[in-house]
């Protein structure tokens, strides 16, 4: 294990709350109509902590050796941020389902959570 491996982890454990907060609540803001939701600021710090999650994730890949195929929680986690990815456009443009796009991106982002958490692709069931 290498000598980063403490700090990657809480780095990434930070920045995946971070942007799962930051979503929920700009995503809930955007669902009622207020304007910041999509302005400047709030997407660089969006962006940011992004950035950061996927740099330390794929970090963490890389020097544990996780495997897709032996790993079944990292490939359902996968999974679920693609969904995640779709939902979110869904949510944040001006398709009629959005409200539906913003739960769906919720769950898929619980589900991905959970399954990093708990490290079973079907949570326990």
């Known amino acids: 294990m290498d000598w980063f491996y403490p ?5 990434h454990v930070v920045m995946a709350w971070a942007s799962m907060l930051l979503f929920c609540g700009r995503g809930l803001a955007y669902q009622l109509g207020v304007q910041w939701a999509k302005e400047g600021p709030i997407l660089i710090l969006v962006f940011g902590a992004n950035t950061l999650m996927i740099i330390t994730g794929l970090s963490l ?3 544990l050796y996780y495997s897709i195929p032996r790993d079944g929680w990292l490939l359902g986690k996968l ?3 693609l969904v995640y990815f779709a939902c979110a456009h869904i949510a944040f443009g001006a398709h009629p ?3 539906l796009g913003y739960l769906a991106a919720v769950l898929a982002m619980a589900y991905a959570m959970a399954a990093a958490y708990m490290r079973q692709g079907l949570l326990g069931l």
């Not at 700090?7 to 780095?11: F, R």
């Open 61 to 63: 890949w890389g020097s």
């Open 97 to 99: 389902q959005r409200s």
């Open 7 to 11: 700090q990657m982890v809480k780095l």
């Open 79 to 81: 999974i679920a941020l």
